[in-house]
Structures are given as structure tokens and as C-alpha cells.
């Protein structure tokens, strides 16, 4: 009985869950530009010295805009997912809270990756991070559906679309993590393909689905 | 007078209260993980080395991802708690700061845990925390009932609920917490049973005390 | 012309000033625990030893308790002026921008006063900071007075006693730090004791006032 | 098909990217101060080896004070522009999500120039993440109007003031950063004295410029 009264409490609480989330992004994507370390002082004495310091730090960059791009497509699609839901309850919150335990760790995922970045080993500790978050959003998504939370207005077809959405971007990412096998440049620069994709083509990519 | 009317206008900061909250619980969620470092790279020459320089980092994962746990239950039960409260005033005000003072010290608790694991001063550090946390809670639904604050369909059965539910946990907790007369190790398998126990297992839960 | 129009559109921007003030706050309040770092491994062999690293916490551990709560005290402060604000303009939100800018100094404040808790310097650096934030508080009430941005039912007796209420503040603040002639430590102590009672004795205040 | 259903769904995102902005912005923001470092304890033994330490800090601040007012100009400008957006599509938020990379490089830029304010190549650095946020806002805010975002209030007059206002802005911007070529303090006072006008003098400005 108290049970049944949470659940209708919780309903209320889709808008502080998306808040805690914002915060966790907010703080992750803020939190990934903080490793990129200013260069020594003493070693600098000219321009040029401090154009030769800065040099090594752009792979570095890369990383993060890469991680930034990550996050930010992460975060389109869970709040999509989001304004697709009309109600939360326990367990569809504590889905979300383990998706954001994901989102925590990537900082440390890029700073690994950025540190060692021919390394496999830092290349599959990155991607694991990411299928964590793909599948904790796949899992939230099929929760929802189950146990009608979400909105009436969301029909099968589109229901399925954001399912299969997920699951062919993982796919994707899965494909750009096996090619560290070749080479984790490879794996990097595929990855970031697969990104611009889904960041700046999304129309192209809708069209060409249709 | 002018506290008649401060009360008054502080009724709409439930709301900034609420959001205040979801940026500490944010920005100390993710804070946990910075205390997570990536090896130096010096000391690193192949795969193996690297895999090697990782392995120690498990333990700490893990007790990063127990706290993230907690912080997410008490995020739960703090935002739970807010939803049957109708209105704030300056004491409930304060008592959710002084709860929020103990979330912002869980990533200092957690970093002390996570590098004496084996010491029983930095177990009872944190049990002590997280029963400042509880206790705050505790005191600031009390206090809600007590002065009104509390929505009009919040009954005597659910008011008593929800208090009961926090003293269940927080006794738990402290079961935990004194497990460390074995081992410190049986203190954190209890606790994160039970953590266990209030995430996944809440219907369960719920249907077993009704 | 187009400043006419700036204004009318900015109006709606108060949420978004309240949003990035608890997001600032949130940010700050959970930094200020930051500087508590944990004793380094190598020494400590046993409980005892442990004990013994973690005592000389205590004394930066109030200095953080402190600013959390003069935090929570301008936190409470600034959220009680804006309920009274119905409209903000470009002025009210740059007085609250340079607000933000102190209180996104307040953790260097407070770690300098920690490490050299016995210097005047130091508390007056700390004093500085807090002046600041309630002189910015200060101005943006009386702007919003004089350029009508306060709600209609806010009459003159509450809108001065709000401005009182600051001054008084921030007099006795000011004695406090005068009291560092003596000893910095009475300054400390007067200070959180003017703050547990704006904390905890707010309606034994408002009453001995009324 | 299902691309015109995420479009109508994200119509209502338009506050979620207002939220993760605003945490972005807070905590880029309080970071800036965090590269603040309190002396070393152990080469301070009065209150005038103190005042010694911290005089070189001095400079720093201004830096960081002048990158927290370009923070604030840029946070005021996303935010005028977004209060005349009434709906976002999957486009209008990766542009502000590529903004949100350029604010949390901001942290990063301002150390860098912190560190190295002499050096030509840290001003031009800083200069280009600046000129980053101009050219995303910009790029934004003409998105919005070309497909329709905007409200329907929003005449061509105001439309092209906002767009002329951040072109104005950038041109100062970027004469501030040509006159390194004298001294890069030259071009730190001139950019100063462009953010004192856009923080303190709107009004002046938009008169005149009627």
C-alpha cells in the first residue's frame, strides 16, 4: 500500500530526475577539460617555446571534443527518451541512476583513453563505458514501454524507432572498437565518423532510414 | 511581522530548494570518480603493464560505485520526501542545508574509505556520515508533519511509512557499520546487500512488510 | 528601441538567473570540501596512526562548516529577495552576475583562512568576500526597489525590513572580523555564532525584533 | 517519419538545453577561481610574508574576474537569444552544444593566459575560444530565424539588431586581440574596457546606438 502511494508520488519526479541529470552532464562535460593541464612556467621562455609545449596537448583535445560529442549525443537521446515518458517510478529512476553512474565515469574512461591512446585495453575500457550508457538507455526505454510510462500520444512504430535507434549506434560504436585491432587510431577516427553522423547529418541519416 | 511574511514568500522555494539539492547531489556524484586517477604513464610499456597498473583501481570502483548508490537512494528519498511537502519555511529550509553540508562531505568520506579500506576509523567515518544523512532526512520529515508543511492527501498510515522506512534503513546501515568488529570487508558486503536490496529490490521490499 | 525590447524578454529570465545561482551555489558548496584531502597511505600502519592523521582535520573542518553555512545564509538571503522580484532586467542581472563572481570566490577564501586559520590577513580576505556578497545582495534590492522589479504586494515595511535585515548582517560580520585585534579565533567564533543564530534562532530573532 | 516525431517531441527541450546550459555555465564558471592555489604554508611565518604570497595573485585574479565577466556577457547573450526561441529541433541543440564545448574550454583558455599573460600566442588562444561562443551564438540565432524557431513576435528589426549586436561584440573583440601586436596588456585593457561597457553600460549603448 505505501508502495502504491510512492509510485504515485514519484510520477512528479520525471522533472528532478532530468534535473539531476543535467547537473551529472553539466558537471561531466565541465569535468573532461579539466585534465588538458596548462604547460610549466619555468620550461617556457619564448613563443615559440609555448607553441611547442601546446603541440602535444592536441590529441588530447581531440579526445575530449570527441567524449564532448559523446556526452552530448548521449544526453540528445536521453532526453528524448524523457519527453517521451510521461510518468517515473522506482525502478525506471534507478535505471536512469546507474545511466548516470555510467555518465560519471567518463572522465576518467577519456582520461585514460587520452593518456594511453594506442593502448587497447584504454580504447575497450572507453567503448564498455559507452555500452553501458547505450544499454542502460535501451533498458530504460524498454521499462517504459512494459509498464506504460510512457505517453499515450507514443505509438508501436515510434516506439520501436527509438529502440532500434540505440541498438544500431551501439552496433556502430561496437564495429569502431573492434577495429583496435587494426589500430585504436582506426577505432578513434571511426568512432568520430560515427559521431558527426548522428551530430550534424541526423536529417540525411532519418531520410535515408524512411 | 516581517518573519509572518518571509515564511510567506519562502512557500515557492521548495522549488530552488529542490534544485539547489539536484546540483549538490550532481556535482558530488560526479566528484566521487575524480578521486579515481589514470596511471602514470612513465611506469606503463605494454598492454600487460597497463592492465596490471589497473587492477588496483577494482576495489576503488567499487567502493565509488557503493557511495554513488547511496547518494542515489538518499536522492530518492530526499526527493520522495519533497514530493509530499507542500510548502518550505526557513527551519526545513535549513535542515535540508545541513542535509546537503553531509552530501558535499560523502566524496571526502568515500575517498578515505576507498584508501584505508581495511581500517575500521575510515568504515565508521563513513557510517557516520551517511547517518547525518539519514538523520537529516529523518528530522526534516518530523518537523514537515509537525508544523504542517506536508501536502493534505499525506495520511497518518503513509506519514509513519516513510519515517519507518528511513529508521529501517538507517538500522540496517548501523548493523553494517558494526560488522566491522569481524572485518571491515563483511561491514561493506552488508551494506552494499542492502543498498542491493533498496534499488533493485524495492517492490519485493514493499510487498513483504504489507 | 531594441533595449526596450531586450527588457521585455528578459523578463522571464529570473528563473534562468535563479537556475544558474543554485548551480553556481551547488558548485561552490560542494568545492569547499575539496581542499579536505585524505592522509597520504605510506604513513599510516595502524588505527592509532590513522586517528592521529585525521586530527588535524577537525580545525579545517569547521573553517568548511562555516562557509557552508554563510553560504546557505546568502543562499537563503538571495532566494528570499528574488521570490519578491516579479520581473529582472540587464542591470539586476549584472549586480547578480558580480554576486556569483564572489560567491565563486568564497572557496579560495575559505581554504586560505584553513591554512592560515591564526593570520589576520586571511580573515580579512575571508571578511572581504562576505562583504561583497552582501553588499551585491544589497544593491540588487534597493535597484529593484527603485526601478519597480519587485512584486506588487511587497509594501515599503517589508521592503525595508529585508534591507535591514542585510545591513544588520553584515554589521555584526564586520564586528566579528574587528574582534581579529584580539585574535582571529574570536573573530571565528563570534562569526559562527551570529550564524547558528541566523540558522537556527530565526524566529526567536524576528521576534525579539518585532 | 520518425525524424518529424523527434522533431516535435524536442520542441519542448528548449528548457532541458536552457538546464544543462546553465550547469555548464556554473560550473565553468566557479572552476575558473579554482586554479586560485592558497600559498604553501611552510614559507609563510608572518602577515607580511603572507601579503607578499599572495600580491602575485593579484593579476591572476583580474584574469579570471575579466574571463567570468565574459562568461556572464555570453551567458546573458544565449540566454536573450533563447528567450526568443519558442521551439529547438535536433540542428538548433547541436549548435548549442558545440557552444557549451567552447564555454568548458574557457577554464582551460583563462589559465593558460593566467600563466603566460605576456605571451602573444595564450591572448590569441583566448581569443579564439571567444570567438568560438560569438561565431556558435551567431550561427545559432541565424538557425532559428531561417527555419522558424524564433516566436512569432520576434520582428525582422529585433531579429537583425540581436545578430548585429554579437557581429559588434565579436569586431571588439577581435581589434582587442590585434592590439597584442603593441603588448598583449594592451589588448587585456581594451578587452576589459569592451566587457565594463556590454556589463555596466547596456543602456548607454543601446541609446546611442538608436
Same mark, same amino acid.
Not at 508502495?3 to 553539466?26: K, M, W
Not at 561531466?28 to 603541440?55: F, G, K, N, W, Y
Given at each position: 500500500m505505501v508502495r502504491i502511494r510512492y509510485e504515485r508520488v514519484?510520477?512528479?519526479?520525471?522533472?528532478? $530526475? #532530468? #534535473? $539531476?541529470? /543535467?547537473?551529472?552532464?553539466?558537471v561531466a562535460m565541465t569535468l573532461l577539460v579539466l585534465d588538458l593541464h596548462v604547460p610549466v612556467r /619555468? #620550461?617556457?621562455?619564448?613563443?615559440?617555446d609555448l607553441c611547442q609545449a601546446l603541440t602535444p596537448l592536441a590529441p588530447r583535445l581531440l579526445i575530449y571534443v570527441m567524449s564532448f560529442l559523446m556526452l552530448g549525443i548521449?544526453?540528445?537521446?536521453?532526453?528524448?527518451?524523457?519527453?517521451h515518458v510521461a510518468n517515473s517510478d522506482r525502478h525506471y529512476t534507478w535505471i536512469h541512476l546507474v545511466f548516470l553512474l555510467a555518465v560519471s565515469l567518463m572522465p576518467f574512461s577519456t582520461s585514460l583513453m587520452a593518456e594511453f591512446i594506442e593502448y587497447r585495453l584504454a580504447l575497450l575500457t572507453y567503448w564498455l563505458n559507452v555500452a553501458a550508457l547505450g544499454l542502460m538507455l535501451f533498458i530504460g526505454w524498454?521499462?517504459?514501454?512494459?509498464?506504460?510510462?510512457?505517453? /499515450?500520444?507514443v505509438d508501436a512504430e515510434t516506439a520501436r524507432g527509438i529502440g532500434r535507434r540505440i541498438v544500431m549506434a551501439q552496433s556502430l560504436y561496437a564495429l569502431g572498437a573492434l577495429l583496435c585491432v587494426i589500430s585504436t587510431y582506426w577505432s578513434i577516427g571511426f568512432i568520430v565518423l560515427v559521431q558527426l553522423n548522428y551530430a550534424?547529418?541526423?536529417s540525411w541519416w532519418g531520410r535515408s532510414r524512411a
Amino acid at each position: 500500500m505505501v508502495r502504491i502511494r510512492y509510485e504515485r508520488v514519484s510520477g512528479r519526479s520525471v522533472e528532478r $530526475l #532530468a #534535473a $539531476l541529470s /543535467d547537473g551529472v552532464f553539466a558537471v561531466a562535460m565541465t569535468l573532461l577539460v579539466l585534465d588538458l593541464h596548462v604547460p610549466v612556467r /619555468d #620550461a617556457i621562455h619564448s613563443e615559440a617555446d609555448l607553441c611547442q609545449a601546446l603541440t602535444p596537448l592536441a590529441p588530447r583535445l581531440l579526445i575530449y571534443v570527441m567524449s564532448f560529442l559523446m556526452l552530448g549525443i548521449i544526453w540528445v537521446g536521453q532526453q528524448t527518451q524523457m519527453n517521451h515518458v510521461a510518468n517515473s517510478d522506482r525502478h525506471y529512476t534507478w535505471i536512469h541512476l546507474v545511466f548516470l553512474l555510467a555518465v560519471s565515469l567518463m572522465p576518467f574512461s577519456t582520461s585514460l583513453m587520452a593518456e594511453f591512446i594506442e593502448y587497447r585495453l584504454a580504447l575497450l575500457t572507453y567503448w564498455l563505458n559507452v555500452a553501458a550508457l547505450g544499454l542502460m538507455l535501451f533498458i530504460g526505454w524498454r521499462y517504459a514501454i512494459k509498464t506504460g510510462l510512457v505517453r /499515450d500520444e507514443v505509438d508501436a512504430e515510434t516506439a520501436r524507432g527509438i529502440g532500434r535507434r540505440i541498438v544500431m549506434a551501439q552496433s556502430l560504436y561496437a564495429l569502431g572498437a573492434l577495429l583496435c585491432v587494426i589500430s585504436t587510431y582506426w577505432s578513434i577516427g571511426f568512432i568520430v565518423l560515427v559521431q558527426l553522423n548522428y551530430a550534424i547529418g541526423p536529417s540525411w541519416w532519418g531520410r535515408s532510414r524512411a
